[in-house]
């Protein structure tokens, strides 16, 4: 059974080019997955597997607390992980057939006001060589609205200043050329002559973004820079790694942008996830009315 998730893994790199966090996602729940049947329902191949154990699993981590979006995504990994031990002959049925999804909360992503993103963006010391790469790297993330993995994915000539874009690998290997403002082009200049040289020591690194060691940052090591950067800000609200990217989209959208140009920024491939901005810009909308309004 590990063999054939191997196997399944490989294909997924090799035939399918997903992105590394995609396939460690379903390398995640596929293992899971795979420690059930043995454990739990005493399996040793997947050939044995039915529908039922499909629904006991599904019942099991969901009673471990998991939200309909992360079973939806375990029913994703397990119906695309049995339909490739179909075509590859391994099993003579797909027991995941008839396994409806659940569908998913429909939660609004958290944002910053522009007051606050202003707050964020001026945090960083820029007497100091992470100071500027912090600068620098708010600035790109509220000025392109890339994903984490993406902003820490850019390599030097990723970046076009006197051109004004920057060019960044998105999921499944697709290539977005994203827009770049002033603002983001003087704090990138500025790193990228002052103070990146000191970080990159002898080593020698393509990357733009680099931790103290010299290397590439880690999506991690961003992570815990920018809540470090938000509780200097004195920035209450609970945030996540995609705060910026979903505050770049939203803030867009309020100020008249096409929702097609956003789509197309944020390398949605179903413009139905952009839609979602939409919803919260009109219940910020009711939120400034309830506030403001006299008769309220």
């Known amino acids: ?21 995609t396939i460690s996602s379903y390398e995640r729940d596929l293992k899971k ?35 309909s979006r992360t079973i939806a995504r375990h029913i994703a990994s397990i119906r695309s992980f049995h339909q490739f031990l179909l075509r590859d002959k391994a099993v003579s049925h797909d027991p995941s057939v008839h396994v409806e999804t659940p569908k998913p909360e429909r939660t609004l992503p958290k944002i910053l006001s522009m007051k606050e993103v202003e707050q964020l963006i001026e945090t960083p010391q820029l007497d100091t060589a992470f100071g500027m790469r912090d ?44 827009p770049i403002g002033r603002a983001a082009t003087t704090a990138l200049e500025s790193y990228t002559a002052s103070s990146r040289g000191s970080l990159v020591g002898k080593k020698g690194s393509d990357a733009l973004f680099l931790n103290h060691h010299g290397n590439r940052l880690s999506r ?70 309830k506030t403001f309004h006299p008769r309220a």
Request: glycine residues 8%; proline residues 1%; contains cysteine.
């Open 135 to 178: 600068k620098a790297m708010l600035e790109v993330l509220y000025a392109t609205g890339i994903r984490v993995s993406e902003l820490v994915g850019l390599n030097l000539g990723d970046i076009h200043l006197t051109m004004g874009f920057l060019r960044c690998i998105g999921k499944g290997n697709k290539e977005r050329i994203i």
């Open 1 to 21: 059974m590990d063999d054939q998730l191997q196997d399944f893994l490989h294909y997924l790199v090799v035939e399918r080019g997903l992105a590394l966090n």
């Open 220 to 289: 991690q090591g961003y992570w815990k820079i920018l809540k470090g950067l938000t509780n200097q800000a004195g920035i209450k609200k609970e945030l996540t790694p995609h705060t910026l990217r979903h505050s770049f989209a939203t803030h867009l959208l309020e100020n008249g942008a096409d929702l097609r140009a956003v789509q197309e920024m944020l390398g949605h491939a179903d413009i139905s996830t952009t839609q979602i901005y939409t919803h919260v810009t009109k219940a910020r909308l009711k939120d400034v009315y």
């Open 33 to 67: 997955y795979k420690l059930y049947l043995v454990q739990m329902e005493h399996l040793q191949t997947y050939q044995d597997v039915t529908r039922l154990h499909i629904l006991r699993f599904l019942k099991h981590i969901k009673e471990s607390g998991l939200s």
